[in-house]
């Protein structure tokens, strides 16, 4: 019965990743295994996949431009951060920020109307 649900619980997963896969990530198919932590059944193999991925990806130069992608995300992630936290620390800005907060929390304005007040 446990090997029968596994069974279906990976059909299962392979549909969904098929509905889901990523088409940037040509050259790679996503699989399904089954894997157990209590009895270890399907550990070794599953490292081995996850091993021969990053070789994989490493060679058709995948690797390279999700790298390159992220640390690109990263960058604008903190630009975004310190331009925030340097708008919230501006006394110029506090009182219009407490104004424009109230307005919102009392219903009296909505929050994109407000934001436009800074553009």
Request: glycine share 6%; charged share 30%.
């Amino acid at each position: 019965t446990l090997n029968l649900q596994q069974g279906l619980l990976k059909l299962s997963t392979q549909g969904l990743l098929r509905l889901l896969r990523n088409q940037n990530d040509q050259g790679w198919k996503p699989f399904v295994l089954t894997v157990s932590s209590l009895t270890g059944e399907g550990v070794s193999e599953a490292w081995e996949d996850i091993l021969q991925y990053q070789i994989d990806a490493i060679k058709s130069g995948r690797y390279y431009h999700k790298r390159e992608s992220q640390r690109v995300s990263w960058l604008w992630d903190y630009i975004q951060f310190e331009l925030i936290e340097i708008f919230k620390r501006d006394p110029s800005i506090k009182e219009i920020k407490r104004n424009l907060e109230k307005d919102v929390k009392r219903w009296q304005n909505d929050a994109k109307h407000c934001s436009k007040y800074f553009t």
